[in-house]
């Protein structure tokens, strides 16, 4: 018999209570028990579309600064979009996704948007898959560089950056088309 208070004892008792409450936080896996393959670096081109004017705008407001706080900059301005990315500039291009997110005037004292938007895929191989997008577009720049945070389906695991670049943008409306390239690292 055991005496209460021997090592052996408790040992064998912190052993019993602790093995079946062992959980695990984090572990190792390898890619192939994944189902990842070899890294591939793919470009995508293709042209955003930000209609704001007309019956059925794509990009909508929905906060900005009080009156009395408005910058000539508009900081403050926030638009939830779900704009169609197309194979060419025209409205009537094949569509091959949408841009789905939130861009909102950051800055005092430029035009700088932060862009938060998921690039949803629908076309293609990679119909189905999305890239995530989240940084700072300074609209004023010829071309503005946003990293790619993330990714779903074929981009699981997905990293690079997206280049915009101002295609058309009419003064009257607000409409905007912005050319696209993606360079993005995926599985």
């Given at each position: 018999?055991?005496?209460?208070?021997?090592?052996?004892?408790?040992?064998?008792?912190?052993?019993?209570?602790?093995?079946?409450?062992?959980?695990?936080?984090s572990r190792i896996l390898?890619?192939?028990?994944?189902?990842?393959?070899?890294?591939?670096?793919?470009?995508?081109?293709?042209?955003?579309?930000?209609?704001?004017?007309?019956?059925?705008?794509?990009?909508?407001?929905?906060?900005?600064?009080?009156?009395?706080?408005?910058?000539?900059?508009?900081?403050?301005?926030?638009?939830?979009?779900?704009?169609?990315?197309?194979?060419?500039?025209?409205?009537?291009?094949?569509?091959?996704?949408?841009?789905?997110?939130?861009?909102?005037?950051?800055?005092?004292?430029?035009?700088?948007?932060?862009?938060?938007?998921?690039?949803?895929?629908?076309?293609?191989?990679?119909?189905?898959?999305?890239?995530?997008?989240?940084?700072?577009?300074?609209?004023?720049?010829?071309?503005?560089?946003?990293?790619?945070?993330?990714?779903?389906?074929?981009?699981?695991?997905?990293?690079?950056?997206?280049?915009?670049?101002?295609?058309?943008?009419?003064?009257?409306?607000?409409?905007?088309?912005?050319?696209?390239?993606?360079y993005v690292f995926?599985?």
């Amino acid at each position: 018999m055991f005496k209460l208070c021997s090592p052996l004892f408790l040992i064998v008792l912190l052993s019993v209570l602790t093995n079946g409450n062992c959980h695990e936080f984090s572990r190792i896996l390898s890619k192939k028990a994944m189902g990842l393959k070899r890294e591939k670096l793919s470009h995508l081109h293709f042209y955003f579309h930000d209609i704001v004017s007309g019956k059925n705008p794509t990009a909508v407001r929905i906060a900005e600064a009080a009156v009395t706080n408005r910058s000539a900059t508009g900081f403050g301005l926030t638009a939830m979009i779900d704009d169609p990315l197309t194979v060419g500039p025209e409205s009537n291009s094949k569509i091959v996704g949408r841009a789905q997110g939130i861009y909102a005037q950051a800055s005092i004292n430029d035009v700088g948007l932060l862009m938060v938007l998921n690039f949803v895929f629908i076309e293609g191989k990679y119909n189905g898959s999305s890239l995530s997008i989240l940084g700072r577009n300074s609209v004023a720049s010829i071309v503005r560089e946003m990293p790619i945070v993330g990714g779903s389906g074929l981009f699981r695991f997905a990293r690079g950056y997206v280049q915009a670049k101002t295609h058309n943008f009419d003064l009257k409306t607000g409409d905007a088309v912005v050319e696209y390239n993606v360079y993005v690292f995926h599985y």
